[in-house]
């Protein structure tokens, strides 16, 4: 992939790893208040002193530890493996379709076939929608519903003409349940699915639709698409096929805890296999009163509890996204502050989020995420697609940082 005029940073990314490796940021050791628990301390110590934890010691964490000391712990994690680094891309969202042959309970952006509001994309009407942005994005990020009539023939049109205009923009595409969709109407097995859309421009393949990898929690708010096994299984074929993907979880539905700690175990479990994984991307369920009304908003502080636990589970997966699509601009900051390396990006359209009730801004540009990043005493660095380029972002005019004027009272 080309950056325009890559700024090579001092740090090396081993793809096959997919470890990256940055001389020199040393790091010392929050210290544990007093006031914690023996038990608290105890599997505290155990992550600092780089120990793997059980999902009960989790659920442990995350119902007993204080906030300010979980997100401590998990900042020493991040600080330790990227010092004061956080990445960023330069991506636009392109949903293809609104189609949908699924209802999940939570889902605001599926539309049946005949909604006055239904959409699927031509291949034209597609590129017609990246050209505006294709001389600043280095991605693009397309998702959708499954079509009930787009086959393997259709994406392969569909990626081709992509890479024969955008040949410099990496493609992500197609979550697991739309490939296993895919495969299904095409007759196809997901290996030769997958070797298929990567032959025609599939660079790397997003994590959407894990949401709780736990069935009996599937079958309540996602009935009838892959089940916990088949989304693993799906992404394990594709690291098998040197594919990168990431990995989601939508939490704040109707799972406990321990439930989602599972979920953590599962993908640490897949990692330590294929080391396949390059981002976790956790975001909370955004409740409205016609989908899931048992559900609650999560409040900022399960948020940022969920970011840390993420990066003190995930040992193995290099990259925490705060997804700010979903928590928003304030909580994303925190969560840099809490474990997470990674912020969702240049981000110019978006609708999924945006639907289910979301109103983070969107255009935004590169000061504006770098001014969030350093706001939380972070140095924004571009990445590419798959973490092997970087180059820091130079701000031509430092802010002011008076602050507002003080006024005598
Ligand atoms: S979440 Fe995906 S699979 Fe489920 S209804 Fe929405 S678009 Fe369809």
Redesign the pocket.
């Known amino acids: 992939m080309h950056l325009e005029s890559p700024f090579q940073w001092r740090g090396t990314a081993n793809i096959s790893t997919n470890e990256l490796v940055i001389d020199g940021h040393p790091s010392t050791s929050p210290a544990l208040p007093k006031s914690l628990s023996v038990e608290v301390k105890h599997i505290l110590n155990k992550v600092l002193s780089g120990q793997r934890i059980s999902c009960q010691e989790g659920v442990i964490l995350h119902d007993k530890c204080d906030l300010p000391t979980l997100s401590s712990v998990a900042y020493f994690l991040k600080q330790k493996r990227y010092g004061d680094f956080v990445f960023y891309n330069r991506n636009l969202h392109v949903n293809q379709t609104n189609v ?1 042959v ?3 309970k939570f ?1 605001a ?2 539309r049946g076939m005949k909604a006055t509001d239904a959409y699927s994309l031509s291949v034209q009407e597609y590129l017609g929608r990246i050209e505006p942005f294709s001389e600043i994005i280095t991605e693009v990020h397309t998702v959708g ?2 079509h009930p009539e787009w086959d393997i023939e259709f994406y392969e049109g569909l990626f081709t003409a992509f890479k024969n205009r955008y040949p410099n923009i990496t493609l992500k595409a197609l979550t697991a ?1 739309e490939i296993k969709h895919l495969a299904e109407i095409s007759n196809l097995s997901i290996s030769d699915t997958i070797s298929r859309l990567n032959k025609a421009g599939l660079d790397s393949i997003p994590g959407g ?1 894990a949401e709780i990898l736990v069935d009996e929690i599937r079958d309540i708010i ?1 009935k009838g ?1 892959e089940s916990s096994e088949e989304y693993l299984e799906i992404h394990k074929i594709a690291h098998q096929l040197e594919i990168p993907t990431n990995c989601t979880m939508l939490f704040g539905t109707v799972e406990t805890t321990l439930q989602r700690m599972i979920h953590l175990d599962k993908l640490r479990t897949l990692q330590d296999e294929t080391m396949g994984f390059q981002c976790f991307v956790p975001y909370p369920y955004l409740p409205d009163s016609s989908r899931l009304p048992e559900a609650q908003l999560a409040t900022a502080n399960e948020i940022l509890r969920m970011i840390s636990l993420a990066r003190i589970m995930l040992d193995n997966i290099p990259h925490i996204k705060a997804y700010r699509m979903n928590i928003g601009d304030h909580i994303s900051a925190l969560a840099l502050l809490s474990g997470a390396d990674d912020i969702d990006g240049t981000v110019s359209h978006e609708e999924i989020m945006h639907l289910a009730g979301s109103n983070t801004p969107l255009d935004n540009l590169d000061i504006d995420l770098a001014t969030l990043v350093e706001s939380v005493g972070g140095i924004a660095v571009e990445r590419n697609t798959d973490y092997t380029q970087f180059r820091n972002y130079r701000r031509q005019n430092p802010p002011d940082n008076n602050g507002l004027p003080m006024v005598p009272i």
Do not use: D, T
Request: hydrophobic content about 40%; charged content about 15%.
């Open positions: 949908c699924l209802a999940c889902c952006f599926r519903g499954l349940v639709g996602c698409k």
